[in-house]
Structure formats: C-alpha cells, structure tokens
C-alpha cells in the first residue's frame, strides 16, 4: 500500500470515527445529553434554601447532587429508588452531601406524607411508571406536594428520538392531559436546551384560584369604597334641598 493510500484509508477511519459525534445531537449522547443544560434546569426549580424535594427514580443521584448544592442546612431531597443497589450506590457516593436522603421507594407511590414537599421532580422515570398507573402516581404526587408547591418532568421527546431510544420517552400533549385529569395545571413546557428532552412543570391551579379570589375581593371592597366616597362627595346637604324648596 503506497503512502498516499494509507493516509487516505486513516484519514477516512478517523472521519468516519468523528462524525457521528459531531453530528448527534447533544441529547442523544449516551442518553444524558440534557446534563449538560443542568444550570438551565436547576434555575427553573426555583429552589430556596429550605426546599424539600422528592426526587423519583433518582439514579445515580446526580441530579440531586446538582439541587443539594443548591440547598441550605435545612434542604432536603428525598433520593428515591425503586432498585436497592442504586440506593446503596447513592448513600456511598453522597455521603457527604447531609441534604440528598436515599431510600427505596414503592413501584407505585413516594411513601411520603401528604404535604411534606415542595417539588416532585421526576428525571426520566415517568415512562418507567407502572403501565395504566400515571395518572393515579399523578394524583398520589399532588397529596405529597403542598398546594404552594410544583411538579417538573423531565422525558425525551418521541419525535424527536430515533430507533430504541424513542420507546424510552413520552409525548408531552399526553403527559399534559394525564397531568390536567390528576388536578395539576401545566404552567410550561419547553425543550431543554441542546437536548431532545423536554421539562414541564406544572402547579396545583386551587393555589392560583385562592390568589385571584384573594385579589379580586380586595379590588371589590375598593371598587365598593370609591363609589361610596364619590356619592357621599355628591351628595347634596338636606338644608340646600330645603331652601332649593322654599325658594320655588
Ligand atoms: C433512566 S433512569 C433516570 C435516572 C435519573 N433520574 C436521571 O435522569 O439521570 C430511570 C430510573 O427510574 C427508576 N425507576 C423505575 N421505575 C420507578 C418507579 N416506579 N419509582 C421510582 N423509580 C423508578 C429506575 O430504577 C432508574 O434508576
């Protein structure tokens, strides 16, 4: 093989090696591609110092890891698990890190209290719920989550996905109907940036309703005490009516 040709044929390998990985979009880099947007997820949470978070089907815990660096001393993120070797795995790795709390978690539920968190984060999991039980795991989500708190799903858009990797996901307008039937209300939901995933976070829309009927009682007691302030300015004197009489 003279030289030229052998360069050719390594020049050619090693396009061939690149361009698929060039090409992928970030998303589909082993399937985790959305990390790389991980700021651009956790400032959307809006977490405060003192949130408590349940984090379903947590894996690795990195995405825990992520909102405990967030958190203060009183933060805490339920890591949970339904594979006790993962939970293991994360009591290793996050030893450090007093905010993440692994546990194994039933196939169908948090096993938490009713109003003990501010957010239910599900990275990925939703598709793994057990078939025909979203909207139930849904409504079971809104007991957990207090009525001032939030809901965020993250899941691979199928349309966007090819081969195996679009079995792994979920289509948003349906995520957004089984969310509507379990109580919750969509507030958005958008492309993660350089990535085939989606998030939406939803919230619980009584919350909203007590804010709107909050505000609009108030802007009736002012409306009533404008027009009470303006008849009284209005009003003519009875001994100006008197006389207005007895000049007549
Ligand atoms: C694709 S991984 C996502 C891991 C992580 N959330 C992330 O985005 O990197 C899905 C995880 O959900 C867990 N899982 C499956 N069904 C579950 C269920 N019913 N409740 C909680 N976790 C579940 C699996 O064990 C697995 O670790």
Known sequence: MSTRVRNSVVFAVVLGLCLPAVGRPAGRRGGYGYR????FVVKRLRLRRNSIVVDIGAGDGWWASKMAARLGPKGLIHAGEVEQKKVD??????????QIKPYLCPTDG????A???DLAFLSKTYHHLNKDG???YLKHLKEVVKPSGKLVIIERHPALASGRSAEHGWLPGLLGRQAEVAGWMMLRCELIPGSDHFMATFVQPETFAKTFAKRREAAEKKKAAEEK???EETKIPA???KSGKQEK
């Open 229 to 231: 302030k303006t008849a």
């Open 239 to 241: 001994e100006e009516k």
């Open 89 to 98: 795995a994360m009591r290793t790795k996050w030893a450090d890190l007093k």
């Open 36 to 39: 790389e947007s991980a700021d």
């Open 115 to 117: 109003d003990s968190c």
């Open 110 to 113: 948090t096993g938490l209290e």
């Open 134 to 136: 979203h909207v139930a």
